[in-house]
């Protein structure tokens, strides 16, 4: 390990100052990644342990969780309490058992502390309590709904009254931040208290959210499928207008064709009731009557002035000599008749015109009629001209330059991003191969020590070495003036070495260092 930390530390004495520098910030990035992970993997999940609470209730939560050591935190404005998930259950059976929390803002719940010595007044007003609370808890699950406030007014029943007075519904909804109230959830909450009380009409049911504006609207059970008549009108225009318009599109091409629709719908319930008799002449008669006369008479005064009695009951005056006669037949049948009777009941929102005007680029590229662009569209939309529709189609010239302008500031702007993520291309590339060059360097200059540093060792080692070897095969002389010469000139090769090596020891007293301890390392 020293060996180790010895090598970190000539090879990081061996950088230049800027790779020091990226050495070091680099080791502190990864120290703070490491300790940001080893924080998030630490931190436990919380989730709600109780919600919508009241202040009380809230620290009273708070103390038990403190008392036993629970974790917390606090959210909501200090109406919501969070524990770490894996213990919200067992946190919540705990703190049931404690009765918290204690406080109850409504629900059948009320109902449970009824005595005998309650009043008629006490048990209705407790009952209507009662169904406030059961309906804003009801409304407070639907999405988005952050708390809501249900009042009810059910005046008493009249027992000999032939007409009540109707029951009536308020409700108050704060969405969520950035929330909206869609017609549809109106609509839900609307139907969903009329048929949770009895006697309440939907029409009876007010609907406004926390800044005051109503939501609901007379026509809210219309049928209509929107909260008013306005939206219901607004809906089935953009929806004719962008058939009418991909038809178009289909035909002379996107750009060149533009649809302004009015639909007149009509929103009254009607109900027409219709009576038809009829009968089967094949089918037999349900009673009959036949009465039959006869008369004979010899006298010509019997036949009176107009003369016998034809068959069909007239007086006939007989020829001949005189001698009358008198016939009289009935018959009376009574046919049996059906009688149907047809009531019908007229939804709200039919259409009762169309009014279509639609504009064709004359520049278009291509050239289409227009009356086969009104043929076209009055068969799209089943035109009837009895209900007072109308088809107006004219060719004109558009004005394109707000979609030139438009068109030119999308291509500046797609330009702009283009040359943005061009220079961050670029400068990511030049400051990865700056990276690359510093690392190119750095090992490079690392080669280049390490090879000086093997030079340097290897010609200290053949020095000593030749050193030693001339040392041992020198023999024994006397002294004498070829003696003293040769001592002189080797006294001054041993100084010339001797330079050498203070040279080499002052340009890399490292190197040298190590090398020594490895002899005496090596040394028996």
């Given at each position: ?8 530390k000539?090879?990081?004495a ?19 990644a490491g300790?940001m ?8 999940s ?13 620290s ?13 935190e ?6 919501t309490?969070?524990?770490?998930q894996e213990?919200?259950?067992e ?11 204690a406080s109850n803002?409504g ?6 502390e009824?005595?005998l ?7 209705q007003t ?5 169904m ?12 988005g ?5 249900v009042?009810l ?6 027992v ?5 007075d ?6 108050l ?31 009876k ?6 800044t ?5 609207a007379?026509?809210a ?9 306005a ?6 225009q953009d929806d ?5 318009q ?5 035909v ?34 349900l ?7 006869t ?13 016998p ?15 009358g ?5 009935t018959?009376t049948?009574d046919n ?10 007229a ?17 278009a ?18 035109e009837?001209?009895d209900?007072?529709?109308?088809i107006?189609?004219?060719?004109l ?13 999308l ?14 291309m ?13 690392l190119?360097?750095?090992?490079l ?11 340097a060792t290897?010609?200290?080692v053949?020095?000593?070495r030749?050193?030693q ?6 023999p ?7 003696m003293?010469?040769?001592e002189?000139a080797?006294?001054?090769?041993a100084d ?13 007293p490292e190197?040298?260092?190590q ?10």
């Amino acid at each position: 390990m020293t060996q180790s930390l010895n090598r970190l530390k000539d090879t990081f004495a061996s950088f230049s100052a800027g790779q020091k520098a990226v050495a070091v910030v680099g080791t502190l990035a990864l120290l703070l990644a490491g300790f940001m992970v080893f924080r998030w993997a630490a931190t436990p999940s919380y989730s709600p342990l109780f919600s919508n609470m009241s202040a009380e209730d809230a620290s009273a939560v708070i103390d038990e969780l403190e008392a036993t050591g629970v974790p917390y935190e606090i959210s909501n404005g200090g109406a919501t309490v969070m524990v770490p998930q894996e213990q919200v259950h067992e946190t919540r059976i705990a703190l049931s058992g404690e009765g918290l929390p204690a406080s109850n803002d409504g629900g059948y719940s009320l109902l449970d502390e009824q005595s005998l010595s309650t009043s008629q007044f006490q048990e209705q007003t407790s009952f209507k309590r009662a169904m406030e609370g059961e309906l804003a808890t009801t409304i407070e699950a639907i999405d988005g709904v952050r708390t809501a406030v249900v009042r009810l007014a059910l005046p008493p029943k009249q027992v000999f009254a032939k007409e009540q007075d109707p029951a009536t519904a308020s409700v108050l909804v704060a969405t969520d931040p950035g929330d909206t109230f869609a017609p549809e959830q109106v609509q839900a909450v609307v139907h969903l208290v009329a048929s949770s009380i009895d006697g309440l009409a939907p029409e009876k049911v007010t609907v406004a959210d926390s800044t005051g504006r109503l939501l609901s609207a007379d026509d809210a059970t219309s049928g209509t499928g929107a909260g008013t008549r306005a939206q219901a009108v607004e809906e089935y225009q953009d929806d004719l207008s962008a058939k009418i318009q991909r038809t178009l599109d289909t035909v002379i091409g996107p750009g060149n064709s533009t649809v302004a629709l009015s639909a007149n719908l009509d929103f009254d319930k009607s109900v027409s009731t219709s009576t038809t008799y009829q009968s089967d002449p094949a089918a037999k008669p349900l009673s009959r009557s036949r009465q039959r006369e006869t008369y004979n008479g010899g006298a010509a005064g019997n036949a009176g002035a107009g003369g016998p009695v034809g068959p069909e009951g007239q007086m006939e005056q007989q020829p001949g000599n005189g001698e009358g006669a008198y016939n009289k037949e009935t018959t009376t049948e009574d046919n049996a008749v059906n009688q149907v009777v047809e009531t019908r009941e007229a939804a709200p929102g039919g259409v009762e015109s169309l009014h279509i005007g639609i504009a064709l680029d004359a520049n278009a590229p291509v050239k289409v009629s227009a009356g086969d662009v009104r043929d076209l569209i009055a068969a799209a939309i089943g035109e009837d001209l009895d209900r007072g529709d109308t088809i107006e189609v004219a060719t004109l010239a558009f004005d394109r330059s707000a979609e030139e302008a438009a068109q030119q500031e999308l291509e500046a702007a797609a330009a702009a991003d283009a040359k943005a993520a061009r220079n961050e291309m670029l400068r990511n590339g030049g400051l990865g191969a700056l990276v690359a060059l510093m690392l190119l360097l750095a090992w490079l200059k690392g080669r280049k020590r390490a090879k000086a540093r093997a030079e340097a060792t290897t010609y200290v080692v053949e020095q000593l070495r030749l050193d030693q070897a001339t040392r041992a095969q020198q023999p024994v002389m006397e002294t004498s003036a070829a003696m003293v010469a040769l001592e002189s000139a080797e006294r001054n090769e041993a100084d010339d070495l001797r330079e050498e090596l203070t040279a080499l020891v002052e340009r890399q007293p490292e190197d040298v260092a190590q090398l020594l301890r490895g002899w005496l390392v090596e040394r028996p």
